[in-house]
């Protein structure tokens, strides 16, 4: 792994071009957009109706925090929170254990960067990829699930803000997932449990702050909250800005680190299939 | 060995032969096995664990409490298993067509759809059906069911009709596939994503239109819910005809007859793809 023989700008260049290729790859597919996005919408407009079913008649519950949960913030924040989490996971995660599967992962390694950035990147042109049909289908989820205005210009800003880490947070989840494929070099199982844990404890069908005690505790403990409850929590007014900001640039580091270790770990493993 | 046109391998044979042929294959990764079940366990099970939660803070949704809500969720879940897990190759519908795949079974001496269902196979149904039948179990004592022997066999009963209800939506719509090249989108992500997502709960929170639309456009009520009412003693909060309730297991086998003539009626517009 040549990797000091690159400048900066080099690696910067290469990692565009990684992320670039996925994209396209990704846009490729296209044509299925729309039963996608009806399926997202039905979706949406299930949770809406199951807790507009559940909700008290006087339109308000009470949180874990002890505040008021209003029934339009409730609708606001299930809108938001399935489409975000549309939006980063709809990248697909079979990128490496494809190019284990293949043999071509000896190519990957090859290259004068290194490979777990590679992935990292590639998995970024994923989401990217899915970005104009996020711009496009937000309107429709907006019309069918609900809408609030921020609850404050700091709010709106801190959402924002907190974007950020809340997409490096998932792009280094999905890379840590992936790396398992060196190890068992079949992955279906894998995918399947990560996708369910991530569902639930990011808090994209419940909202942490109706969670059952141990397992809002258990949630609050786990990085994946960090990718969608925390930025629609902050945007509703629910969580602080500051706060949520420093527990998700926490979560970057320990993933960044948790990332090199398992990549150190995952040379020594590195099987080569076929020819 | 006498020769093939002559004497041709029964039916039944041709299926059971190439079923084994496609476990066999399957039961080779034997570390990825226990990942996929568990992955099938909680892959439908991120509904049940919504629904859970929502209870836990709730109470009831729509006057149901958790333990009707389970055996409704287990019953559909269960039904689901009984087609996925013999039909799961379905899912290769477009890939098969587009790649002209069609070719080979149209000229060998076994049934087209016998060899097409069990070109291979995917263990993770087999996920849905442990996850189905716990449920089902756990629910049986929670919920206000009379077991007399008639109750088991009209579950035993539902169980097969609702199968068969989702398997002929699939089928039918599997054999457009001849023609249009892909309805995977549909099927998936539209159809299925339905089923998936509304399929536990009961109809009586939706609005009179959807419930109208999920009973007589697409049947999903015949899968579960309108047979669980009939067990539950709760044909009364039913906007059908109590009967039609109990005649609901009867459905699917009609459904299925039809979906069977239908795609072999398409497969005369096979036209192969030439690679």
């Known amino acids: 792994m040549s990797v000091d023989g690159l400048a900066p700008r080099q690696r910067l260049a290469a990692y565009a071009g990684v992320a670039r290729v996925q994209l396209r790859t990704q846009l490729v597919y296209r044509g299925d957009f729309l039963f996608r996005l009806l399926g997202l919408l039905v979706n949406i407009y299930m949770l809406r109706l199951v807790w507009d079913a559940v909700y008290p008649a006087s339109g308000t519950a009470t949180g874990n925090g002890g505040h008021r949960i209003a029934l339009a913030t409730q609708i606001a924040y299930v809108t938001l929170a399935l489409v975000q989490n549309w939006l980063l996971n709809s990248g697909g995660m079979g990128f490496i254990p494809q190019r284990v599967r293949e043999g071509t992962v000896a190519v990957d390694l090859a290259r004068p960067v290194r490979f777990p950035s590679q992935m990292v990147w590639a998995q970024a042109g994923a989401v990217a990829a899915q970005l104009p049909f996020t711009v496009v289908a937000l309107p429709f989820a907006l019309l069918v699930g609900g809408a609030r205005p921020p609850a404050s210009v700091g709010a709106a800003f801190g959402y924002l803000l907190s974007l950020l880490p809340a997409v490096l947070i998932s792009l280094l989840l999905t890379t840590l997932v992936q790396m398992v494929a060196f190890w068992t070099l079949e992955t279906s199982g894998i995918f399947v449990i990560h996708r369910f844990v991530q569902q639930f404890l990011a808090g994209a069908l419940v909202p942490l702050w109706f969670m059952p005690g141990w397992l809002r505790v258990l949630a609050e403990w786990m990085p994946f909250q960090a990718t969608t409850y925390a930025p629609v929590a902050v945007y509703l007014g629910q969580a602080g800005v500051w706060a949520t900001l420093g527990v998700q640039l926490l979560w970057c580091a320990v993933l960044l680190m948790l990332l090199r270790l398992m990549w150190w770990r995952a040379l020594r493993r590195v099987v080569v299939q076929g020819g | 060995m006498a020769t093939v046109a002559s004497n041709p391998v029964p039916a039944h044979r041709q299926y059971l032969l190439l079923l084994h042929a496609a476990w066999r294959g399957q039961l080779q990764y034997r570390g990825n096995l226990v990942l996929t079940l568990i992955g099938g366990v909680l892959y439908q099970g991120v509904g049940l664990a919504f629904v859970w939660a929502v209870v836990a803070k709730f109470g009831h949704v729509g006057g149901w409490g958790m333990g009707e809500l389970a055996f409704l969720y287990g019953v559909r879940l ?76 009209y579950l035993l009963a539902t169980i097969a009709g609702g199968a068969l209800v989702e398997c002929s939506l699939q089928l039918g719509l599997c054999g457009l596939s001849f023609r249009l090249q892909a309805t995977y989108a549909l099927r998936m992500n539209f159809i299925d994503n339905i089923m998936n997502n509304f399929g536990g709960y009961p109809l009586t929170i939706f609005p009179s239109v959807m419930r109208f639309a999920l009973t007589f456009l697409l049947p999903l009520a015949f899968v579960a819910y309108l047979p669980a009412n009939v067990l539950l003693h709760r044909t009364g909060e039913l906007s059908v005809a109590p009967w039609l309730a109990w005649c609901a297991p009867l459905l699917g086998p009609l459904l299925f007859a039809a979906a069977y003539k239908f795609w072999y009626g398409q497969l005369k517009h096979y036209k192969s793809s030439g690679t």
């Open chain 2, 78 to 153: 269960t039904a689901h298993a009984a087609w996925t897990i013999p039909f799961n190759r379905l899912n290769s519908m477009d890939w098969m067509v587009q790649r002209g795949e069609f070719d080979r079974y149209l000229i060998r001496p076994a049934g087209t759809l016998t060899q097409f269902l069990n070109w291979s196979t995917n263990i993770q149904p087999l996920g849905d059906l442990i996850g189905g039948v716990g449920v089902l179990v756990a629910a049986s004592s929670a919920a206000p069911i009379d077991w007399s022997p008639t109750a088991v066999l």
